[in-house]
């Protein structure tokens, strides 16, 4: 029978058409498969004839038929396109979505996929989502983009569409993929399939973790964030107990500090557990540093307080005005600033030696190398308050003048940053005192350190550096620096005083000092968007004509589009059709900071096209580096993307790629990122061997052999390049503040631009920006400082206090220990000196020895095979004396050779942490509270570490505490002291 249908199949003529319609229409032939296995046709032009009949069952059986077999003879069967089309729009036409299904699946093989999926839609039920062919994937794909393209833009989207994604996430959501349905939900923006899917799910806290992870960082619109986040509100609430911790950073994230505090509030008048819990809250929001929120959440909370005090609420614990001055005293940041203060003292394993190698190699002559020498001591020594090197070596600071000494005085803010208590003790012979001439360049660094000691801090360095801008002077020099400190100290302040005042610089028109203002408004109002101030700044960019005040108005309004994403799309497209480079380089840091940490492929297409179009190469240069920012979420992602443009003609696109990669990949040691980047430091261009070297060592920052074995080879790189005669300046700069870049901190910092929670870390964004900048004005070097965080565990009881106590890591110490410092030569090799020969004098020497050779052979005083011997070895070394005096050592044979071999212990899997210890990222997985423990951590320690609030289980026994290990301040000068008469040496033998 089988062969019988086929053969009916292949006919085309009249008698074949009646046996079809028979075929058609008995129930008994319709089960009957047209083709057997093995069998196959040649031609379907018999099957499309049929579609023309005038009977509708035969055109059925045709469609049937031409289904299966479209995906061998599409070719054939796209021939009648056009009549399979108006079969589908034929109404009459009982099987209409067969139709529909048959034409999706010819335009499918065409490539025409916008037409695919709209008669795919039109087949309605005949078309399936759980297709597994290609067909089916790509459709269900191809609608699931349309549906999210359409909510997007907010248009109604065709109810075929709607099937579709909500049967995907039926199918999710059946088979436990959770995460899936609640990725499908965040893309097509659709918050009650969120709310279905969270609730739905088999463990609701870890469903609701991952929603607000992606909303912070994957959503792209901020309105449907809010969305997100207002809905996750109510859901953390209904957990038992409720995760406060959770509720407080979506209303951060929301701009509800009223809503905060009262959670705050509430939990600071409950028990001990309850009070802990809002200590540590106050600290995972003061570790996002948005100051004006943190300032009105401490606003709300003085208010709470009073009314509690005039309703004289019962049950509120005796102690409550001491809990809440704890609890302020967070909220600012003193208290984590001060413990990460005494954390990087304590723990600091800066290489001094290290550093004088640094020294040594760098040209002593050049000023450039000798500044290079200066950051790289403050930034390896960033908060440790250690000032060792700067003290030994007075005498090679001192020869810092104008601008270069500006910088050596603000390189104090970056060692003392975070001592915000003895600010005004260490700087205050920098800082302009009253009666007393000083130098402008010290005055104006001392402002300049002064806000980075309190950079988003404030404090008591505010009125100072308010005053340091109202008094009237002509010095632009102290300007600079006062805004620069100003804008610091005010970061994300919202302060429209400090606007005014800097407004009233940047009106000056002074190039140098109008600069710094630009860049100080936007650390003022970074993220605020506001479009008067950015009105303003535009007309008067437009208007002056000192290019350093236009770069600055433009990393200023960069700066307060800061995570606007798309919201910024306006000032991007203004700025990006702007005449002057300038602007348009402008527009490429907005880019970046709007979307940094998004991934957007929008912004990256944008920033793809300025890279190889622009005709400015400041442009092309600043577009390439912004991929950084953007891809910060996704390093791996990083490599990939710049790959190509790594290798571009132009040197200005390749310099980008190097610090796109070093920006996105900090800390994470990626062996692609390490691969890309060291072909680049050989490039036949100086400046871009500066960019892989300082790279370099942002990506290998706190990483050790275990982890990558190249480590070694790239600081020997640094070294090579260093004490290298021939060598650009350019080059031995980017190899000085690479080797303090990748010791930063005594070894105990970062620079990666996100949080452990994985939203993006303000200060380390906006330092990693504001240092690119220093390709025009090295003082910007100093704003790398701000990127910098401390990756330890300080473990802290309810007063605030560092307890002595340990933590267990289950893993090999050798993993995760510092690198082996610098080893001083021996005496041996430093009493060696090498006597410098001559090649000529070797050739007379081999000389000499040949003709002596030969006179002996003649005189029979050596046989010709010794005579060949020495000649061979006297060609082979260039010198036969040398050649004979260099016999092989031969060491004595032991008698046992169980004497010689050291007997070595095998490392333990597991060792101790004492608080407060380093913790590198990778090291938190491996983390417990050993057995037996009295304290009991707050926050769960697999999320991630920090200042963590201890909990006391055995409050009968003392607690033993951790002194404080910053030493007090000395009061006493660096540069302005004379100094003393050196003492005589001591008594010596010479030898």
């Known amino acids: 029978r089988s062969s019988e249908t086929a053969s009916l199949s292949n006919s085309s003529s009249v008698g074949s058409f009646l046996l079809m319609a028979t075929v058609a229409q008995s129930p008994a032939l319709q089960s009957v498969q047209p083709l057997a296995v093995g069998m196959s046709v040649s031609s379907c032009a018999g099957t499309l004839a049929m579609l023309e009949d005038q009977d509708d069952d035969i055109k059925y059986f045709a469609v049937k038929r031409l289904l299966q077999l479209v995906d061998d003879m599409w070719p054939e069967v796209s021939t009648a396109i056009e009549t399979i089309e108006v079969l589908y729009e034929d109404e009459g036409f009982a099987h209409r979505e067969l139709a529909a299904l048959l034409a999706a699946k010819v335009h499918f093989h065409l490539e025409q996929y916008e ?19 290609e067909f089916g994937q790509t459709m269900t794909s191809r609608a699931v983009d349309k549906y999210i393209e359409r909510r997007a833009a907010g248009e109604d989207a065709e109810p075929g569409l709607v099937s579709i994604v909500e049967h995907l996430v039926d199918g999710c959501l059946s088979q436990g993929n959770t995460q899936q349905a609640i990725g499908v939900a965040l893309e097509t923006r659709r918050l009650d399939i969120l709310v279905r899917a969270v609730q739905g799910a088999a463990q609701v806290r870890p469903a609701l973790d991952y929603t607000l992870k992606a909303a912070r960082t994957v959503v792209s619109s901020s309105a449907f964030r809010s969305e997100v986040l207002s809905e996750l509100v109510p859901l953390y609430l209904e957990l038992s107990p409720p995760d406060y911790m959770s509720v407080c950073i979506c209303q951060m994230t929301l701009g509800r500090p009223k809503d905060t505090a009262d959670i705050l509030s509430k939990l600071i008048g409950g028990d001990s557990a309850q009070e802990l819990l809002a200590y540590q809250i106050a600290f995972e929001l003061s570790a996002d540093e948005i100051q004006f929120f943190l300032d009105a959440v401490r606003t709300h909370l003085s208010e709470t307080a009073v009314e509690r005090e005039q309703e004289q609420t019962e049950g509120q614990p005796a102690d409550f005005s001491s809990r809440l001055n704890r ?84 390189s104090l803010g970056i060692i003392y940053r975070g001592s915000t208590k003895t600010s005004t003790t260490i700087l205050g012979a920098y800082l302009p005192r009253p009666g007393v001439q000083a130098s402008a360049y010290s005055e104006g660094g001392g402002f300049y350190a002064l806000g980075l000691v309190h950079a988003g801090q404030g404090g008591k360095a505010v009125p100072i550096l308010q005053s340091g801008l109202q008094a009237p002077h002509d010095k632009e020099v102290v300007m600079h620096g006062a805004c620069l400190g100003l804008g610091l100290a005010g970061l994300a302040s919202q302060s429209q005083a400090n606007v005014d005042i800097l407004k009233n610089i940047l009106f000056l028109d002074q190039a140098v000092a109008g600069e710094s203002a630009g860049i100080a408004i936007g650390l003022n109002l970074i993220g605020s968007g ?41 000032l991007i497209e203004q700025l990006s059709r702007e005449s002057d480079a300038i602007l348009r380089y402008g527009a490429m840091y907005t880019l970046a900071l709007a979307y940094c940490g998004t991934s957007n492929n929008s912004a990256m297409q944008r920033l793809l096209h300025f890279a190889v179009s622009d005709v400015s190469d400041d442009v092309r240069r600043a577009a390439v580096t912004a991929l950084g920012f953007v891809l910060s979420n996704e390093p791996q992602q990083c490599p990939k993307v710049v790959a190509l443009l790594s290798k571009s003609y132009n040197p200005h696109v390749r310099y980008g790629a190097a610090m796109a990669v070093g920006i996105c990949c900090a800390t994470t040691a ?86 452990r929670n994985g939203a993006a870390r303000m200060s380390a964004v906006v330092g990693m920006a504001l240092f690119q900048q220093f390709w025009y004005w090295f003082p910007m070097v100093h704003m790398i400082s701000l990127a910098f965080n401390p990756t330890c565990f300080i473990g802290v009881n309810r007063n605030l206090r560092v307890v002595k106590m340990e933590l267990k890591c289950n893993a090999k110490k050798s993993q995760f220990d510092y690198p082996e410092p610098a080893k001083p030569p021996s005496k041996e090799q430093a009493g060696k000196v090498q006597t ?97 423990s009295r304290y009991k951590p707050v926050a769960d320690l697999s999320k991630g570490v920090g200042i963590v609030l201890l909990e006391d289980t055995d409050s009968s026994i003392p607690e033993e505490l951790v002194m404080p290990a910053i030493p007090l301040p000395e009061e006493e000068e660096i540069e302005e002291e004379e100094e003393e008469e050196p003492s005589p040496p001591e008594p010596f033998e010479f030898p």
Request: one cysteine or more.
């Open 115 to 133: 037409d695919a999926l709209r008669f795919a839609l039109g087949a309605g039920s005949q078309f399936s989502i759980d297709d597994p062919s």
């Open 327 to 410: 609890l302020n005293s967070i909220l600012t940041g003193e208290v984590a600033t001060t413990l990460h203060a005494d954390f990087l003292c304590r723990a600091n394993r800066a290489d001094l030696l290290l550093l004088d190698q640094v020294k040594n190699a760098a040209p002593q002559k050049n000023s450039v190398a000798r500044l290079g020498v200066i950051l790289a001591n403050a930034i390896m020594h960033s908060g440790t308050s250690v000032d060792t090197f700067a003290r030994d070596n007075a005498q090679f600071i001192k020869r810092s003048i104008n601008w270069a000494k500006f910088s050596a005085v603000a």
């Open 530 to 570: 506001s479009e008067s101030t950015l009105e303003w700044m535009l007309h008067y960019a437009k208007e002056t004509a000192h290019e350093k005040i236009i770069r600055g108005v433009a990393m200023g309004c960069a700066l307060l589009m800061y995570s606007r994403q798309e919201e910024a799309d306006p």
């Open 670 to 755: 990626l062996p692609e990122a390490v691969s890309l980047l060291l072909p680049m430091v050989e490039d036949k261009t100086a400046f871009v061997r500066q960019g892989a070297l300082i790279a370099l060592g942002f990506v290998l920052m706190q990483t050790t052999e275990a982890t990558e074995p190249r480590v070694k080879k790239v600081r020997e790189q640094f070294q090579s390049t260093l004490s290298a005669r021939i060598e650009d300046p350019m080059a031995k700069l980017g190899a000085i503040l690479a080797s303090g870049i990748i010791d930063a901190g005594g070894r105990n910092v970062t620079a990666t631009l996100r949080s």
């Open 836 to 932: 410098a020969v001559l090649s000529t004098t070797n050739k007379i020497k081999a000389h000499k020895h040949k003709k002596a050779l030969a006179r002996s052979a003649s005189a029979g005083g050596l046989s010709r095979a010794d005579s060949a011997t020495g000649l061979a070895r006297m060609d082979s070394s260039g010198s036969a004396m040398e050649a004979d005096t260099q016999q092989p050592t031969e060491e004595p044979e032991s008698s046992n050779g169980a004497d010689v071999k050291e007997n070595k212990e095998e490392e333990a899997a597991a060792f101790a942490l004492r608080n407060p210890s380093r913790v590198l990222g990778q090291q938190v997985s491996s983390l417990e509270m050993p057995e037996g």
